[in-house]
């Protein structure tokens, strides 16, 4: 590693998934001003996230395809053999 490029200050941190509520304890350098008091009874700093490996579809295997305005179709109906 090349010295002087990476933090310093760690910190643990629980990073929240808000799509469905799992958290987890973890370190990080990320700041926060919100709190959670965690399962061991200590408080800690918080990082909300969008989606984790609780909720992603690559790792629950729920894959889900959206097709918005048929787009599939549209791609099928112009690049079709004639």
């Known amino acids: ?3 002087g490029i ?6 643990t941190v629980v990073f ?6 799992t958290m987890f304890l973890s370190r990080s350098c990320a700041s ?8 061991d009874g200590n408080e800690y700093p918080v ?3 969008e989606v ?4 992603h ?8 395809m959206l097709d918005t305005a048929g787009r599939i179709d549209k791609f099928n109906k112009r690049y ?3």
């Not at 926060?32 to 399962?39: A, N, Y």
């Not at 984790?52 to 909720?55: D, L």
Request: hydrophobic share 25%; charged share 35%; net charge positive.
């Open 1 to 3: 590693m090349k010295k």
């Open 6 to 11: 990476h933090p310093e200050t760690f910190r």
């Open 16 to 21: 929240k998934d808000m799509s469905n509520e």
């Open 32 to 39: 926060s001003r919100e709190t959670i008091k965690w399962e």
């Open 47 to 49: 990082i909300k996230l």
């Open 52 to 55: 984790s490996n609780t909720s």
């Open 57 to 64: 579809p690559f790792y629950t295997g729920k894959n889900v």
């Open 80 to 82: 079709a053999k004639k």
